[in-house]
């Protein structure tokens, strides 16, 4: 897992996530998002090397996965429009906790 003060576009920020020693990375379940949770820094959103890959719901990255995976946000899935996969910090008790699609820019 990788953080950075940085904003980069989703492209730039999958380069960085998606090389081989990044592919056990899996923020699937809730112990994974607390341990997200404790070494990052500040409680905003981070680019995920996850985007939405066609009409089947499946997620393309560095793993595949279904839309309906627990880790999204209450709010979400809501638009597939907005392509590319950011994982959202806020505190616990927030409706936009977990996995947000975003424009991938």
């Not at 090389?19 to 112990?31: A, E, I, Q, R």
């Amino acid at each position: 897992i990788s953080f950075s003060n940085e904003n980069f576009s989703w492209s730039d920020a999958a380069k960085i996530c998606n090389p081989p020693s990044f592919s056990t990375s899996n923020p699937l379940n809730d112990l994974s998002w607390l341990q997200l949770r404790l070494i990052s820094e500040s409680q905003q959103r981070y680019w995920t090397a996850l985007r939405f890959q066609d009409a089947h719901s499946l997620l393309d990255g560095p793993l595949s996965t279904s839309i309906y995976n627990p880790a999204w946000a209450d709010s979400e899935p809501t638009s597939l429009k907005a392509s590319c996969v950011a994982i959202d910090l806020s505190p616990l008790s927030s409706k936009s906790r977990g996995w947000n699609f975003e424009d991938c820019s």
